[in-house]
């Protein structure tokens, strides 16, 4: 079963913007971070951003900083990502996925114990 569930994506061109969004698991409590990774064909996933989900810390990528938000939705209990600005080098599959390790770990994929199914975003020029 896919633990976490998500939803967003899709097709957009150059400079368009699209949301996703990820439900937070139950028993959220032991959880330390909700982070967003994306996938190339043929590559390993690759970190994009990660919240805190006590409140206030946010991480991103080098790539997506000034363009991409992520936040904590309290009132749908989900973890969204705002994506403004779009290229066509964001087009991939991207995933959220939930960790309990600390930041040293949470920019790596392998740190994560549950994965949503993913979702494709498309960039067109």
């Known amino acids: 079963q896919v633990r976490l569930v998500q939803s967003g994506g899709g097709l957009v061109q150059a400079g368009g913007s699209l949301r996703l969004s990820c439900v937070i698991p139950e028993r959220s409590h032991r959880l330390t971070r909700m982070g967003w990774f994306r996938q190339y064909p043929g590559k390993d996933r690759e970190f994009v951003a990660a919240i805190a989900l006590s409140g206030g810390s946010e991480y991103y990528a080098d790539s997506v900083k000034g363009r991409f938000t992520v936040s904590k939705d309290n009132a749908k209990n989900t973890v969204e990502l705002q994506m403004n600005d779009l290229k066509p080098g964001d087009t991939a599959r991207y995933y959220c996925?939930?960790?309990?390790?600390?930041?040293?770990?949470?920019?790596?994929?392998?740190?994560?114990?549950?994965w949503g199914q993913g979702t494709q975003v498309t960039v067109s020029s």
């Open positions: 996925g939930a960790t309990v390790g600390p930041l040293a770990t949470a920019l790596n994929w392998k740190a994560y114990s549950s």
